[in-house]
T-cell receptor, first 114, second 115 residues
Framework: DQQVKQNSPSLSVQEGRISILNCDYT??????FLWYKKYPAEGPTFLIS?????DKNEDGRFTVFLNKSAKHLSLHIVPSQPGDSAVYFC?????????????FGTGTLLAVQP | DTEVTQTPKHLVMGMTNKKSLKCEQH?????MYWYKQKAKKPPELMFV???????INESVPSRFSPECPNSSLLNLHLHALQPEDSALYLC??????????????FGPGTRLLVL
């Protein structure tokens, strides 16, 4: 049972345009969401996060939007750059009283064309 | 500094070997994690240590044995692995101060191949 889903396995955009990566979740107990970027043969790099009490968080070119009623979040990258080409994972945090578990989506491969 | 280091970067082992993966962080984090990632799949949680105590074991087979000697170090001891255990093993850490809104920082991973 996939609790966090990224339905687009890949996305291609032109340099300078906006990239929109989507993520859906099923568990209403998730209260913190993160986006990670991953290059091949490297570990995931933290990009941006959002608490469930917010609907938007912005950091430079990256903005994450959260729609709790729809159980949907999205990552906007604008303007997109060729160096942004990587796999992007959405992750949801489940807090167990002492520690957190991250549940990852399946990832979206973003290709930014020069 | 959000660096988590892992050694070795690559490891090839036979099914009868015993080997260990190592992870280190100097961010003062008190929670450390092991994840396993198969090709074209998301990372999957294996173990969580909080204040050097094992707090989560995601029903991982006993051929994987974690150890947290101190708050900066995390080991994963491997014994009698199967070829299907070949994967990228990722270590992560977070502040561990409690509360749901903690960011986990990942190391570069160890690429393991079991022959």
């Amino acid at each position: 049972d996939q609790q966090v889903k990224q339905n687009s396995p890949s996305l291609s955009v032109q340099e300078g345009r906006i990239s929109i990566l989507n993520c859906d979740y099923t568990n209403s107990m998730f209260d913190y969401f993160l986006w990670y970027k991953k290059y091949p043969a490297e570990g995931p790099t933290f990009l941006i996060s959002i608490s469930s009490i917010k609907d938007k968080n912005e950091d430079g070119r990256f903005t994450v939007f959260l729609n709790k009623s729809a159980k949907h979040l999205s990552l906007h990258i604008v303007p997109s750059q060729p160096g942004d080409s990587a796999v992007y994972f959405c992750a949801a945090s489940l807090y167990g009283g002492a520690t957190n578990k991250l549940i990852f989506g399946t990832g979206t491969l973003l290709a930014v064309q020069p | 500094d959000t660096e988590v280091t892992q050694t070795p970067k690559h490891l090839v082992m036979g099914m009868t070997n015993k080997k260990s993966l190592k992870c280190e962080q100097h961010m003062g984090h008190r929670a450390m994690y092991w994840y396993k990632q198969k090709a074209k799949k998301p990372p999957e949680l294996m173990f969580v240590y909080s204040y050097e105590k094992l707090s989560i074991n995601e029903s991982v087979p006993s051929r994987f044995s974690p150890e947290c000697p101190n708050s900066s170090l995390l080991n994963l001891h491997l014994h009698a692995l199967q070829p299907e255990d070949s994967a990228l093993y990722l270590c992560a850490s977070s502040q561990g101060t409690g509360g749901p809104q903690e960011t986990q920082y990942f190391g570069p991973g160890t690429r393991l191949l079991v022959l």
